[in-house]
Nanobody, 121 residues
């Protein structure tokens, strides 16, 4: 089975610049897209940033210009560099990966357990 493990969360002051990491492990043919989502109490999980296998990116309007997503395919790892953090960025951040188990097969989503990011003074 495939697992995703996030790291880098914690308490941060407004304006801070933490970096989240997510490493995939297990048996698979390929990781297609990877992304970061976040969720707060009472709200649905929302896309923060996504990146394809060839490096194309997509960002939520609320983080565009502040966050940068990147990946290291050799390490099966995706990163989220978070700059100029605001209190409204407080959420549980979840890593997501689209996994293909074998060539020509269907891809499926794998989720990490989530990491809390709290932005406060």
């Amino acid at each position: 089975q495939v697992q995703l493990v996030e790291s880098g969360g914690g308490s941060v002051q407004p304006g801070g610049s933490p970096r989240l990491s997510c490493a995939a492990s297990g048996s698979f043919f390929r990781i297609n897209g990877m992304g970061w989502y976040r969720q707060t109490p009472g709200k649905q999980r929302e896309l923060v940033a996504a990146i394809t296998s060839d490096g194309s990116t997509n960002y939520a309007d609320s983080v565009k210009g502040r966050f940068t997503i990147s990946r290291d395919n050799a390490k099966n790892t995706v990163y989220l560099q978070m700059n100029s953090l605001k209190p409204e960025d407080t959420a549980v951040y979840y890593c997501n990966a689209e996994i293909r188990k074998y060539f020509g097969g269907r891809a499926y989503d794998v989720w990490g357990q989530g990491t809390q990011v709290t932005v406060s003074s």
